[in-house]
């Protein structure tokens, strides 16, 4: 049995991280529409136990994950520890006593209990004391219906709303006006207005490195030089080339020796989320970390298929979500950045090959195995490495934004 997941982020009121949902499925042939709910809550366990660390996907936050009623009444939930999931309870459980009794003993036990899906019955009212989140389709729950929800829940202030399939910046601000406490939904990673966004002189300072490591053959010089000018872009350097992550023997203590320590392929990654981080600074944090998931998921995609070179990759799922860190078209966005035209095209026209990477690379952010299984085999790729390469991306993307807040 491989191990399929995906994640998908969980975000409060002020758009910073609070959780992700963990999606599972058994592969990505059997996906829709026939998984069991049972065995897809019981391989989830049994994968958090032997196939991946939770930590790994969820950093230090929580992890929602559904459970069926009788995966909560075979305690499969206290396999899991309580500070790292939110028990999710599915919406086609019917509330009766059996699952009044489990959520008695799991509130007990300290866990945390979110209803999914939520349509308002009135019996809900016995299992509110235990309940800490109810999440509500925000696209299939018109307002009379949340206002509804709202007022029943009145006298039970400690339990929080979360807002599902919110994808665009307008429904985030009606969530938030309709007081929801969290969104689930990849409304941050979309523009929030069509504007233009000057760059800094640092950033154009980190455009033009892009543009001298995008050749060929790189002037180690010419890049010492553009470093130079620059005190707190070669004190980053230093910094990121000195990292934990990197495991050196010895202490980096000049410009050049960073450069030919780093090679051109870890030098290409540093600049391009470099650049990603500062433009980003007024944005979610989850934007960035998407980011860097994406480019280091391509370039392993890249590697699987060894027909396209690994930096542009990269460099293509770094640069996928630009239009929303600058509110801007990708088209706008394109024009002020010295990229290969292979990887233009990618972002503007969708064409290409890299392009196909990045479809795949969605199709796992949003746990749709059955469209993911159609590319894989198009692009004959081995099925049993991609799902690794993903969970490997997850682990670099917190690592390296651990490493990034070191420099900041």
């Avoid at 969820?58 to 009444?73: C, H, Q, R, S, V």
């Avoid at 949003?366 to 159609?374: H, I």
Wanted: charged share 25%; aromatic share 10%; with cysteine.
């Amino acid at each position: 049995m491989f191990f399929y997941a995906a994640r998908q982020p969980i975000l409060d009121r002020d758009k910073a991280l609070y959780g992700y949902e963990l999606l599972f499925r058994d592969g990505v042939d059997n996906a829709f529409p026939d998984i069991d709910g049972d065995e897809a809550t019981s391989k989830m366990v049994e994968g958090s136990q032997f196939a991946f660390d939770l930590g790994d996907f969820l950093g230090d936050k929580p992890g929602f994950i559904n459970f069926t009623l009788d995966t909560l009444l075979k305690k499969y939930p206290s396999m899991l520890p309580r500070e790292q999931v939110v028990i999710e309870i599915l919406e086609t459980i019917q509330p009766g006593k059996r699952l009044l009794a489990e959520c008695q003993q799991l509130k007990e036990e300290g866990y945390t209990l979110a209803l999914d899906d939520y349509e308002h019955k009135n019996v809900w009212r016995h299992f509110y004391p235990y309940i800490d989140i109810i999440k509500i389709d925000f696209r299939s729950t018109n307002f009379e219906q949340i206002e509804e929800i709202k007022q029943a829940i009145a006298d039970f202030p400690h339990i929080k709303l979360l807002a599902e399939k919110v994808e665009t910046n307008a429904e985030f601000q009606q969530a938030l006006e309709q007081g929801f406490s969290y969104f689930q939904g990849y409304f941050f990673s979309r523009p929030e207005m069509m504007q233009t966004r000057a760059l800094s002189p640092s950033q154009f300072t980190l455009a033009e490195l892009l543009y001298e490591t995008s050749k060929a053959e790189m002037d180690l010089v010419a890049i010492a030089e553009v470093f130079k000018r620059d005190v707190t872009l070669s004190y980053k350097l230093l910094r990121y080339s000195n990292s934990s992550i990197f495991k050196r023997r010895a202490e980096i203590e000049t410009i050049k020796h960073a450069l030919v320590v780093l090679g051109q392929a870890e030098l290409k990654k540093f600049l391009s989320l470099l650049f990603t981080a500062q433009i980003s600074t007024d944005k979610p944090a989850e934007l960035m970390r998407l980011a860097m998931t994406r480019a280091n998921f391509a370039e392993s995609l890249a590697a699987l298929g060894q027909n396209i070179a690994l930096e542009k990759a990269f460099l293509t799922g770094m640069m996928s979500l630009m239009d929303a860190i600058l509110d801007e078209p990708i088209e706008s966005v394109m024009e002020k950045l010295p990229l290969a035209n292979e990887i233009k095209d990618a972002l503007i026209h969708n064409t290409g090959l890299l392009a196909t990477y990045l479809n795949l690379i969605k199709c796992y952010e949003t746990a749709n195995w059955k469209e993911a299984s159609g590319i894989i085999e198009a692009l004959s790729l081995d099925p049993d490495k991609v799902p690794d390469a993903y969970h490997h991306a997850v682990q670099w993307a917190n690592e390296q934004m651990k490493a990034l807040g070191e420099l900041t």
